[in-house]
């Protein structure tokens, strides 16, 4: 599914209208409608007679509000209108909509001062439809203080489009914001609905179709995407009834040093339970008797090491080739150390590379912007930095706003002719063609040590199950965040523990297959 900037959606919509020749006021119609249909099917049903205060702006947002309230009314609900301000300002379309509301016998109360304020936690739902994507800055005057009192009510707040007081494009905020327990996106998903704080005054987001034929959207050449479950279920294979363990994919991965085995045994496990039917974790060999017995359904091979130092060392070179030319797909880096000699291995390896590869953690440690020859050349490859490392890679520190980052990750995954999956609250994926996917999974109890390892292990897996580098990343960056979800359900998220991960994987299998 494409991810539009506010610029992008008035572009979007402004062609519909003038090209396409859709009346503006059937796109409001259709909103509307939309999200009126998501209300009633999902959000009423656990209220017996829910009373409903609809909070309008001046504006194309405030017009969606009116229509989306007159549809209630008409199903038989207790609605409230609220216009935040005097109505001698609205938008073309706000004014019909505003004038078909008052035609059908509803009051509309004007917001005009502070002492005209309403005492929203009366109500049982609000619906925010006072700004929209357009919206930018910090509200103020009575929007300000209307957008204040209903943060107070303390009811389920369904925002129309965003939050208002939300940078849909950026997902920052400048002043007063309303907090949304359900953002009803129209037409596309817009970024700063799933970019802190975007994400946490979002709530949950769902997106209402509002008539926009696909080949408008598709004319714009949009880079940005939202991965969906719908498009992971897509992209995983389905088992054949007469399966056996080779057909579902052999992986090696390289892997371990001292004080690092946890990190080789969770890529391990990780692939294991992402569906590969072999599982190859090869270590340092004075280390191989620690995996050996941390790990039951992975096998493992004890790999040539430097002397007295317990890392791999160029001799592991030979050993390792021949596990490739058997395997499917690679993994190198969680917990390898950062050995000079280790380093130069990693190199070699990757020059010499033939079947699809994930590096990671120490495995991008000895490269740098200059080995753009030996990533491009090579592979196909997946690289899953998280920003220190995708600093130290392309020489180039990532902005703190992700949404800053999409050119970026997408500059350099071209560069690199590999796919990168630039870690982070949002995970971004580029493709080599400079298409940038955004997952929407994951919480803040994932940031602990061995979650990267986990996500390799995934992502290995569902390699060696013949999906694409490209599928590959979208598929087990999404997964890996649902299993995280799905764990905060049962554990807090201050407790999350990368093993809790993989014991939740299984889940989040189920859930989208």
């Known amino acids: 599914m494409k991810l539009v900037t506010a610029e992008q959606m008035r572009a979007i919509d402004a062609r519909a209208i003038n090209d396409v020749k859709i009346p503006s006021l059937d796109l409001m119609e259709n909103a509307g409608r939309g999200i009126f249909l998501y209300i009633r099917d999902n959000l009423l049903l656990a209220f017996e007679k829910p009373r409903i205060a609809v909070v309008c702006g001046r504006g194309n947002n405030g017009g969606d509000g009116f229509v989306i309230g007159r549809y209630l009314a008409e199903d038989g609900r207790e609605v409230a209108f609220f216009l935040a301000g005097s109505d001698d300002k609205l938008s073309d ?11 059908a016998g509803h009051r509309v109360n004007q917001i005009i001062d502070e002492s005209h304020l309403p005492d929203f936690s009366e109500y049982d739902v609000i619906i925010d439809a006072i700004f929209g994507t357009g919206f930018s800055g910090a509200p103020n005057g009575i929007a300000e203080a209307v957008i204040k009192q209903i943060d107070r009510a303390g009811r389920m707040v369904v ?10 494009s950026t997902g920052q905020v400048e002043g007063a914001v309303v907090k949304a327990d359900y953002t009803l996106s129209l037409a596309l998903p817009k970024p700063g609905l799933f970019v802190s704080p975007g994400r946490e005054l979002a709530g949950t987001v769902a997106v209402i179709p509002i008539g926009i034929p696909d080949d408008v959207v598709a004319s714009f050449n949009i880079r940005g995407n939202l991965i969906t479950g719908d498009m992971v279920a897509f992209l ?58 941390k790990l039951t359904e992975v096998m493992t091979a004890p790999l040539p090491e430097l002397k007295h130092r317990s890392v791999l060392s160029l001799r592991a070179r030979g050993q390792i080739r021949r596990y490739f030319k058997d395997r499917d797909a690679a993994a190198i ?34 490269l740098s912007g200059d080995d753009s020859p030996l990533l491009s050349e090579h592979g196909p490859l997946v690289l899953t930095p998280h920003p220190g490392e995708f600093a130290r890679l392309t020489g180039v520190t990532h902005d703190d706003n992700p949404i800053n980052n999409f050119e970026l990750v997408a500059e350099y995954a071209r560069k690199y002719q590999s796919v990168i999956v630039l870690k982070g609250s949002p ?4 493709s080599p063609e400079g298409e940038v996917f955004l997952n929407p999974t994951g919480n803040w109890g994932m940031a602990t040590g061995g979650s990267g390892d986990v996500l390799t292990g995934v992502i290995v897996a569902l390699l060696g199950q013949s999906l694409s580098p490209l599928e590959a990343a979208i598929a087990g960056i999404f997964l890996h965040g649902l299993a995280g979800d799905l764990a905060v359900e049962d554990i807090h998220p201050r407790s999350l523990i990368a093993g809790d991960l993989i014991d939740y994987l299984s889940p989040a299998f189920a859930a989208v297959e």
């Not at 004014?95 to 509301?101: E, G, Q, T």
């Open 333 to 366: 880096g969680p917990g390898l150390g950062r050995h000079h000699e280790t380093g130069e291995l990693i190199r070699r390896l990757i020059a010499e590379l033939d079947i699809p590869a994930v590096i990671d953690a120490d495995g991008l440690y000895p």
């Open 427 to 430: 995970t971004l994926v580029a």
């Open 236 to 293: 995983l294979p389905p088992p054949p009834a007469d399966a056996h363990k080779g057909d579902f994919g052999k992986v090696f991965i390289v892997a371990g040093s001292p004080g690092l085995t946890g990190a080789a045994t969770l890529a391990g496990l990780a692939a294991a339970r992402s569906g590969a039917g072999l599982v190859t974790v090869g270590v340092p060999q004075s280390l191989n008797p620690i995996l050996e017995i």
């Open 159 to 168: 925002a129309v489009d965003a939050p208002s007081g939300l940078d849909v």
């Open 93 to 103: 379309d706000c004014r019909i909509n505003y004038d078909r509301v008052r035609q």
